[in-house]
């Protein structure tokens, strides 16, 4: 499910691919599961919390909501607006937060941790990948 | 570098450490892995959740220390920093910073300068100050010749920190400019800070003084070796006891202890060696020991052009000056600012124009658009702690090996007049934190630092924050 956010966080444009086509949701499950298994109940604990706010509003799952209505849904978690019965377990911008820079690891850290693929945020940002030893010229 | 000094003079001497021998392979080019962002971990680690503190390995010890074999010169900038003559007198110098921990030192730059000498050539720095008219004073040239600068350096940092009546010089660099003590001149990659030199060009304790000191067969090198107290006779160290990694307590008795654990871990050590001359620790007496403890400061402005202008030829950092290091009657001593390192992607997601969106399609364009267009010139800034709060310490966890550790707290007493603030305010730039947000913006944008001509880049600073 959260290769949703995540793509929201990093979308898919005219040129290159967003969140999901780099993976981003392996990366984050290596995070939790690999690096930080004491973070797996939060992410639980979020992810309940985002569906049920988002059944509240829309009387769908998160991922089931159109692009335009779950990006709306952000800016208000992000800026702690969501209706506060369903974050009782965990705070919204927190939550939100922990999404965000996790995707963005995801997305622009390198592949081996699972995200990346491809290199592709690389490339877009006119890097050659891998590395050349020597003077990496563009 | 004092085992190397030991063992070469004949005497027989072991190096606890508690990490292991440094491996290219654990972090090549990892933006997420290494010893500046550490975003899943620092590079050089020990299994902290199992050693230190099992729920918050992060408190463990403060920020990006190095625990390996070599330490952190494996993995730091390899800027070559003398101090100036003025930083050995900062109290006489600066007696209106009440509060604060400063003192002169009981020894002058003249006494240090041939143990300067002496590490650059053993060590090996590139470097080339006469362009600098700060420069502490040298009797022999630096071993190396600088490095050449970078085309953004040649094309707009230089001539603007010219325009402003300064005065840039090559950074010296622990770096290997040419072919040196037997190793290959450096390639320039785009990692460097942060990250093991991929073809051993980056100088320290690694290449130079440690396998020196091995050669002469005086000098063990025991990994996995915790040390957790400084054995006394009286006011006399006679041994050290460590645990390894299968948590069982040793002891190395010696006729010379040296503790160079950094400036956190050998406090650390100090406050955990308690004997019945030193109850509070060793060297304790005056609760002195693990307080004061100094950092610096990052401070800085990053400029956005319309244009393309990193050249990315690594590593990035190249050029300084050092005209806003000790101007004392305008209470500035700021440090050197300098161009910074190459920063991957990942590094560069968070840097963005005041109120810019963190996340979406418009953050996502601005990196795509931006990334070789954001200069960054930099600070390194002195920051002075109060002497009452200092590092506190605290015990944690319930393993023998949970020994103490330090959090630095408390309040910082002064920064350094910063040089930023101060190239802004002197010059009639603007304030802090309020640079122009986008480029529409920019093209009527009056205040500049780094350049006037169009095309004019938009300066957005980050100011005090931590190192
Ligand atoms: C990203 C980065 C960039 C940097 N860039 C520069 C630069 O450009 N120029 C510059 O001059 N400096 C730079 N530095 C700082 C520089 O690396 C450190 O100041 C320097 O390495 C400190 O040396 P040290 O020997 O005092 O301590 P450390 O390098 O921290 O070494 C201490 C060693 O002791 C070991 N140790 C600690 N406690 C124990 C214990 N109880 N038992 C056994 N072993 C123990 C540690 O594992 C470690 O290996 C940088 C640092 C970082 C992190
Ligand atoms: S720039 Fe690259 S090759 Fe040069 S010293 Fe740094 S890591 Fe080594």
Known sequence: MLDRP?????????????????EVINYIENWVGKYYPEMSPIYKRGIAAVQKASNRLYSKNFQDVEFAAQTEFLKKMEAGLLD???????AQKYFFEEIRVRSMQGFYGPPRHGGNKNYMSYKMCGLEMPHLLGQNRY | MVAKQLATAGIKCVVLERGQWPDY???PNDELINQRTHAIRPLHYMDRRKFVNPD???LTDPFLNAACVESGTVTYGAMAWRFMPQDFKLHTLYPHISGSA???WPITYDELEPFYEQAEYEIGVAGDQRDNPYAPPRKKDFPMPAFEYNREDKDVLIPAIKRMGFHPYPIPMLRNSVRYNGRAACLRNHTCCGYICPCDAKNGTQNTVIPVAMKTGNCEIRTGAIAVQIAMQGR???GVRYYDLEQRLHYQPASIVVSAAGSSGSAKL???SKSDMFPNGLGNNSDMVGRCVNSHHYTGAFGLFDRDVSAEQGPGATVAFSDLNHIPEKKIFTGVLCSEFYALPWMRTQIRPPKSPMWGAEHKRFQRENYRRILRLFGRCRRFRCTKPGLCCIRRGRTPLAYRCLLPR????FDGGTGAHYVQRGRGRPEGGRGKTDMADKRQAKPQILQRRRPAPVVFLQNGRRS
């Open chain 2, 25 to 27: 392979e654990d972090s």
């Open chain 2, 270 to 272: 100090l406050l955990m």
């Open chain 1, 6 to 22: 995540s793509e929201q966080i990093i979308p898919a444009d005219d040129q290159w691919g967003g969140a999901t086509d780099a």
């Open chain 2, 410 to 413: 408390g309040q910082t007493s």
């Open chain 1, 84 to 90: 506060g019965q369903d974050w009782t377990e965990i």
């Open chain 2, 102 to 104: 400063l003192a002169d």
């Open chain 2, 56 to 58: 918050k390995p992060w």
């Open chain 2, 236 to 238: 006399l160290a006679v």
